[in-house]
């Protein structure tokens, strides 16, 4: 009997126990405490960035175009010297004297013109009253023209001799800044190959960037808008990160695309009043994207990505997570813009979600506050 009993007791246990078991097994999970943020309409203001090169819009390289020895260097290095300036003097005894050569081969070739003239007119006189032969004519004036032709190349000397004694004074082409000079007094120069030294205009200047074929219409337009002094469509930001104050337009869009690339070129114009940019200097020329105005943000750290797209968790009224397949825009520090997927004023959970799937059960939960520094 009382083994019965023992039996009996024993069998009811193991059947309560599996019970609890298979009900806590069918129980709904537990709610996966979340943090929720409301996705806000704001004006987001936001630029495309693209690499840049600061160049001058006028640059020469000076070089030597006469053979000879620096003489003479007249200016200061690195600075701004007017148009004209007489900036370096290469030796000009041999230049001097060959134009001096030149001048005295034109004056005499122009005496001999002179006589052949003279006798050419006498035997003109003579042939009219028919006192000469005409050959004696033919070689007057033969003569005549054999002179003058002398005379024209003899003045070519004296162009030739002249230019090569002015080219043994450079001067600056426009007005700009000079660079530190290549040579120094007394060395040797070449014709065409010793590079001098470079000058460059700074005020305005320009900041080449490339970009894609598809963008061409977009800078094609801003190309024909007027942009003001105080439009910020168009900025540079320098290399330390900072945004330079003026702001720029486009000045110029290549007249190809590269075919290798598939790319081309575009410069902007900035003014350079304070000699800020430099040429040769890097930066980022940021354009104004047309997609700014009032938009969808949210914090960046509730976007999820899965296989290549990108995902938020909305709460529902039955305090349910649910996903949404959203558009991004661009990033705003901690911020980013949502082009697509999400409504002004939707919760969106912001902190748990790697805990989440799709029509999980949510429950809000106070965040926690930072440690005291």
């Known amino acids: 009997m009382n083994k019965q009993y023992l039996a009996l007791a024993a069998l009811s246990l193991l059947t309560a126990c599996g019970k609890k078991e298979e009900d806590k097994k069918n129980a709904p999970p537990p709610a996966t405490p979340v943090t929720l943020v409301a996705a806000r309409t704001t004006e987001a203001v936001y630029y495309d960035a693209f690499p840049a090169t600061v160049v001058a819009l ?3 390289e000076l070089r030597a ?9 007249f200016f200061k290095e690195g600075e701004v010297v007017p148009k004209g300036k007489k900036l370096y003097e290469i030796d000009q005894r041999q230049y001097q004297a060959a134009y001096q050569q030149a001048l005295a081969a034109l004056r005499s070739t122009q005496a001999n013109a002179e006589n052949a003239r003279v006798n050419a007119e006498r035997y003109r006189r003579l042939d009219a009253q028919d006192a000469i032969a005409k050959q004696v004519l033919d070689n007057a004036n033969t003569a005549l023209a054999t002179a003058q032709s002398q005379v024209a190349e003899a003045q070519a000397g004296v162009n030739i001799a002249r230019t090569n004694l002015e080219f043994s004074n450079i001067t600056a082409p426009f007005t700009g800044r000079i660079g530190i000079s290549q040579v120094r007094l007394g060395s040797q120069v070449g014709a065409g190959t010793t590079l001098l030294n470079t000058i460059s205009t700074e005020d305005p200047i320009g900041a080449d960037f490339v970009v894609t074929e598809t963008d061409i219409p977009r800078f094609t337009q801003l190309q024909k ?30 007249r190809g695309v590269n075919n290798g690339t598939g790319t081309i070129t575009v410069r902007v114009e900035f003014t350079n009043p304070e000699r800020a940019l430099k040429d040769g200097m890097t930066g ?7 997609q700014s105005g009032q938009r969808i943000v949210v914090p960046y750290k509730a976007i999820v990505e899965q296989m290549g797209e990108n995902f938020v968790y909305a ?3 039955s305090s349910t997570a649910q996903q949404r397949k959203v558009k991004l825009g661009p990033r705003l520090k901690d911020q980013i813009v949502l082009l697509d997927g999400v409504k002004d004023g939707e919760k969106i959970v912001t902190e748990g979600v790697q805990k989440l799937r ?16």
């Open 225 to 254: 808008v007027k942009l003001g002094a105080t439009d910020s469509t168009i900025r540079l930001q320098l290399a330390d990160g900072s945004i330079y104050k003026q702001f720029g337009k486009i000045r110029a869009i290549d």
């Open 358 to 373: 799709d029509g999980a059960k949510i429950t809000t939960e106070v965040p926690k506050a930072a440690p005291p520094k």
């Open 65 to 73: 175009q006469v053979t000879g020895f620096v003489t003479g260097i």
């Open 58 to 60: 006028n640059s020469v």
């Open 284 to 290: 980022t020329v940021q354009v104004l994207n047309r």
């Open 315 to 317: 709460a529902t009224d």
